[in-house]
């Protein structure tokens, strides 16, 4: 297994439109077990393909508390979304340091296949409705800070910039 680096926003390589897995093959199991050891030591709830610099429809997500019921989503789909919303405090493994709220359907239906190319489907709600939308955007190229005003948007670039400057001090 390895570590794969996490891209940073404003990386344009996020910004990128992931492709469907065409076979669920070894290749793509690497991938799934390299992806969920990168987010389980990052540590994160949630990784996508794109954040790892792979243009494909593959996510993984856990959100149990012993980080042990690992969510594998291939070729993800959200078929259905409620019309009521909740505000979360979101993260990111690709924004560091920067928590802001965002506003998302409360619940919502998913279509996906696992590693074994098994198709399933499951209701969400709560921080997985909330985890599935934010790591769906991920993979049509768009980062949760872009919910934000403007203002913020530049303040988090300038704050990322500065932290990058200082880690290369290092
Ligand atoms: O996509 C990502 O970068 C992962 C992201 C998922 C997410 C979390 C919360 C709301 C929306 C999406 C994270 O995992 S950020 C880190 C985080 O939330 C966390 C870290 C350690 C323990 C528990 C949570
Ligand atoms: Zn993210």
């Given at each position: ?160 910039r500065k932290?990058e400057r200082e880690?290369e001090?290092?």
């Open positions: 297994m390895a570590l794969l680096p996490i891209l940073h926003y404003p990386d344009p390589r996020l910004h990128k439109v992931a492709k469907p897995v065409e076979v669920i093959d070894d290749r793509i199991r690497e991938l799934v077990r390299n992806m969920a050891e990168t987010m389980y030591e990052a540590p994160g709830v949630g990784l996508a393909a794109t954040q790892v610099d792979v243009h494909e429809r593959v996510v993984v997500i856990d959100i149990s508390e012993d980080s042990d019921q690992l969510l594998v989503l291939i070729n993800p789909e959200i078929t259905w979304k409620s019309e009521e919303q909740q505000v979360y405090e979101e993260g990111c493994l690709s924004v560091p340091g920067i928590y802001d709220e965002v506003r998302r359907s409360s619940r919502i239906h998913v279509k996906a296949h696992n590693e074994k190319d098994e198709a399933f489907e499951f209701d969400a709600e709560g921080l997985l409705a909330v985890c599935v939308q934010h790591e769906l955007d991920h993979l049509l190229g768009k980062v949760f800070v872009e919910y934000l005003s403007p203002l913020k948007q530049s303040r988090i670039r300038a704050k990322i932290q880690a001090r290092v």
